[in-house]
């Protein structure tokens, strides 16, 4: 079997989950074939088989598009179906707010106006609201606006940009999750507070957390958080309010799981092969 692994790695000895992912091949038997989309050569792209496991770290358009000529019907993968590949997603708010799941109040576009500001931040309970620039990562991207004034000058700055924008409800929340789905089972799990004089609990910055093991109505809405977009594997963010209600901020897929691994000491990458090498193809 082989553990076919796109990484975008500066380093010439790979990241930190290019050494999780190898150290796991090495442990399992598995082949492990790293294709570094930064300078692999696209004619030199292998052919995947039913032995073969593909899995994407790197989030940038090349490492899509390798992941896109790569995947096939036969090979093993982390999406319920290959070809959602395929697809462009965007935000997760419209399959959390579709099914029912506790997303966080959302409007998934700049407004077009000065009219139309007002009236967003009106649908959002008022002011803090969050502004988000899809495709960040640790914190990068999220605004906390606190007035009408601000957000109209944001949102001026915005429409001249090619950024994909979301509107959101702030939540005063006490700490963020992040919870770790494999299949239907959420198999490690942290949480973490904020620094002082920062609205964001998962940052670069951010202190590493503890391991804390969540009940399980709130991993079952991790586990579905993950399922409706399509996936077999994520990494959940929930908010947490001062009531203890559980709030969707974002699955990220491909996760950085090297973090919850240190934290809770569970070899996640190692679970995350053992679940791709049992799959029925």
Same mark, same amino acid.
């Given at each position: 079997m082989r553990f076919v692994f796109i990484h975008s790695s500066k380093n010439s000895e790979g990241g930190r989950t290019y050494k999780l992912f190898a150290d796991s091949c090495k442990k399992l038997g598995i082949e492990f074939f790293p294709i570094n989309c930064r300078k692999f050569d696209y004619f030199s792209l292998p052919e995947l088989d039913?032995?073969?496991? !593909?899995?994407?770290?790197? %989030? *940038?358009?090349?490492?899509?598009?390798?992941? $896109?000529? !790569?995947?096939?019907?036969?090979? @093993?993968?982390?999406?319920?179906?290959?070809?959602?590949? !395929? @697809? *462009? @997603? *965007?935000? %997760? #708010?419209? #399959?959390? $707010? $579709?099914?029912? !799941?506790?997303a966080i109040p959302t409007i998934p576009l700049i407004p077009k106006d000065r009219d139309e500001v007002e009236k967003f931040a009106e649908e959002l309970g008022g002011f803090p609201i969050i502004v988000k620039a899809i495709g960040g990562s640790k914190g990068v991207g999220v605004m906390r606006v606190d007035s009408q004034k601000s957000l109209v000058s944001i949102c001026d700055f915005l429409r001249g940009e090619d950024t994909s924008v979301i509107i959101r409800k702030y939540v005063e929340h006490e700490y963020y999750g992040r919870l770790i789905v494999i299949g239907d089972q959420v198999v490690a799990s942290n949480r973490a507070g904020s620094l002082d004089g920062d609205f964001r609990t998962n940052t670069s910055d951010t202190p590493n957390g503890e391991t804390y093991v969540f009940p399980e109505d709130v991993q079952k809405v991790a586990v579905d958080a993950v399922s409706v977009l399509g996936l077999k594997f994520g990494g959940v963010d929930l908010l947490f309010d001062a009531d203890g209600n559980a709030h969707i901020a974002e699955v990220n897929f491909p996760t950085d799981f090297g973090c919850c691994q240190d934290i809770t000491g569970i070899d996640i990458a190692t679970m995350m092969l053992e679940f791709a090498a049992k799959l029925e193809r």
């Open positions: 039913s032995n073969d496991i !593909l899995y994407r770290s790197a %989030t *940038g358009e090349r490492a899509r598009v390798f992941e $896109k000529l !790569l995947i096939n019907d036969s090979c @093993r993968h982390f999406y319920s179906f290959w070809d959602q590949s !395929l @697809r *462009g @997603r *965007g935000t %997760t #708010y419209f #399959y959390h $707010k $579709k099914h029912g !799941l506790p």
